[in-house]
């Protein structure tokens, strides 16, 4: 069965540096998503994206977050500079093209840890 | 703006016992969906069941099962038969109809099976 996949499964990195978390969507579906969870709080979304741009982001998406689809297949999240509290979880998720596929598929997360 | 409350923040049961999980959402939308996800230890999110709000029949999925009530706007999810395997964090999240949009989560509901 088709699954989203993401990597690294962890990252370390220091206060003020850039990541990048990578996302391979299941093939055929056109919407994807991005959603943080701070360890023992609850999944909150960031930002969707469809036809290669943003179709909704959150308060949290300020300035230094953007997202991309480089190619047919990854979708990434970078974080410019980050600070102690993007710490978390970080979850890819994609669903289908069709207005009645609503379902999201999640892949197994990035746990982001910043020192 | 959407909210999803889930006021028991943890939970026990005993194995193969019965046990029901609240989940009450405030919407000025007709049109959504209703999911509850389970997070075990791993943290991957994982959908148990899902329901359309303009179906009034209840949707179950083996052991698992809700009692909608979309007049009172709650989503219960109840766990027939509980197994130790069912020990997770279960998150009851919102979204609306179309246009693939984000999902809100609530702050979720930590269940332990007890042997």
């Known amino acids: 069965e088709p699954e989203v996949t993401q990597t690294p499964s962890h990252q370390v990195t220091q206060m003020g540096q850039e990541v990048i978390l990578r996302c391979v969507p299941i093939?055929?579906?056109?919407?994807f998503y991005w959603y943080r969870q701070i360890l023992g709080q609850k999944v909150e979304f960031l930002v969707s994206?469809?036809?290669?741009?943003?179709?909704?982001k959150s308060e949290i998406f300020d300035d230094q977050f953007s997202v991309e689809r480089p190619d047919g297949s990854n979708f990434t999240l970078k974080i410019r500079s980050t600070k102690l509290e993007d710490s978390a979880m970080y979850f890819c998720?994609?669903?289908?093209?069709?207005?009645?596929?609503?379902?999201?598929?999640f892949g197994p997360g990035t746990r982001l840890t910043v020192t | 703006a959407q909210t999803v409350t889930q006021s028991q923040p943890e939970m026990s049961v005993q194995e193969a016992e019965t046990v029901t999980l609240s989940c009450t959402y405030d919407t000025s939308e007709n049109n959504y969906y209703l999911f509850w996800y389970k997070q075990p230890p791993s943290r991957q999110m994982i959908l148990v069941i899902r329901q359309e709000a303009y179906k009034q029949q209840n949707a179950t999925e083996n052991r698992f099962s809700v009692n909608f009530q979309k007049a009172a706007k709650s989503f219960s999810l109840k766990i027939s038969d509980s197994q130790l395997g069912d020990t997770a964090m279960y998150f009851c999240?919102?979204?609306?109809?179309?246009?693939?949009?984000?999902?809100?989560f609530g702050a979720g509901t930590r269940l332990t099976v007890k042997p």
């Open positions: 093939s055929n579906h056109l919407y």
């Open positions: 998720a994609s669903s289908p093209p069709g207005l009645e596929n609503y379902e999201q598929y």
């Open positions: 999240a919102f979204m609306k109809r179309y246009n693939n949009n984000d999902m809100r």
């Open positions: 994206f469809y036809n290669n741009e943003i179709s909704e």
